[in-house]
């Protein structure tokens, strides 16, 4: 039998490496020992082996399937962003508006007219609400409008309700779309178009206030009610005397006569110039 050192557990040939180890010839229960801890390696090895095969067969299905979807959702050159599903050969979009202006608070319909497509009916709605420059400026006012396809014209029409969030908003921002241009050269399939920006005015809110009327300036008895008989007397205070009607009886004329005789004064030919204009305009009217 080969010695083994009793420390270290080691065959020693020739000396043990184990300083100060003793060396002596290996028992049945050492032996049966080495044979189960080479065992026990050995069955941790194919375990280990078992499950990662068993982890490559579970991964390799899945993993397949996600680059296989990816393949077909995302084919080569296709844009990941602002693509709707839109192709033809020079395609056109634009925005409407049913006015240039809207109060503040008060919901605005705006159309996206997508022209000169092949497949109106496969093109997808914009979410304008994945949109930043959309979603900064303007709330979405549910329900919106259905679309209307026009497949003769190759024209899709998207109406959408917007409301301005604050009056600094002027205009209706750009949109941008890609579409699939059969007819170009391979890496130039998905050109891009854009939809140009729209002027847009948002006036003040009419005042909940309304027009503020004038206070009613008037003497205290006017607000009074009256109680009694039914009878309302409209003067207040002290009659005035009857000299006072007598003087303005007389002098009330006298006046328009003195005026008279002072604008005589002023254009004594006054009336005579008159009578001669009218005896000039009768032989003019009466010559032959």
């Known amino acids: 039998m080969t010695p083994i050192c009793m420390n270290c557990s080691y065959t020693a040939r020739i000396n043990c ?18 044979r189960h801890a080479s065992r026990s390696r050995g069955l941790r090895r194919s375990a ?7 982890l490559c067969l579970w991964t390799e299905p899945v993993v397949g399937k996600v680059y296989a979807q990816e393949a077909t959702s995302n084919p080569l050159g296709q844009p990941t962003e602002h693509y709707y599903g839109a192709w033809g050969v020079g395609v056109r979009v634009h925005w409407e508006l049913e006015r240039d202006s809207v109060k503040e ?9 997508v022209e000169r497509v092949r497949n109106p ?11 930043e420059a959309f979603a900064r400026q303007f709330e979405w006012i549910e329900p919106q409008p259905p679309a209307e396809v ?9 109406p959408y309700r917007l409301r301005p969030r604050h009056r600094t908003v002027t205009e209706i921002p750009p949109l941008l779309f890609h579409y699939y241009n059969p007819s170009a050269p391979e890496g130039r399939q998905y050109p891009l178009t854009t ?21 009613l300036q008037a003497e205290g008895f006017w607000f009074q009610l009256v109680e009694g008989d039914g009878k309302v007397t409209l003067w207040s ?3 005035p005397p009857w000299s006072l009607w007598l003087a303005s009886l007389v002098l009330g004329p006298l ?30 009217v009466v010559r032959p």
Not at 17 to 34: E, Q
Not at 48 to 54: G, K, M, P, S, V
Not at 255 to 276: C, E, H, I, T
């Open 121 to 131: 009916q496969e093109v997808q709605r914009p979410d304008l609400r994945k949109l």
């Open 255 to 284: 006046g328009v006569w003195s005026w008279y005789r002072l604008w005589r004064w002023w254009f004594p030919d006054a009336q005579r110039l008159a009578q001669l204009r009218r005896s000039r305009l009768a032989r003019n």
């Open 237 to 239: 205070g002290a009659r």
């Open 48 to 54: 280990r082996l078992i499950f990662l095969l068993l």
């Open 150 to 158: 026009d497949a003769a014209k190759g024209q899709v029409r998207y």
């Open 105 to 113: 608070g008060e919901v605005l319909l705006v159309t996206l007219v």
């Open 195 to 215: 939809a140009p920006a729209v002027t847009l005015r948002v006036l003040p809110p009419p005042s909940s206030e309304g027009s503020s009327a004038l206070p």
């Open 17 to 34: 490496s184990y300083s100060g180890g003793s060396l002596s010839l290996p028992s049945a229960s050492s032996a049966t020992g080495r």
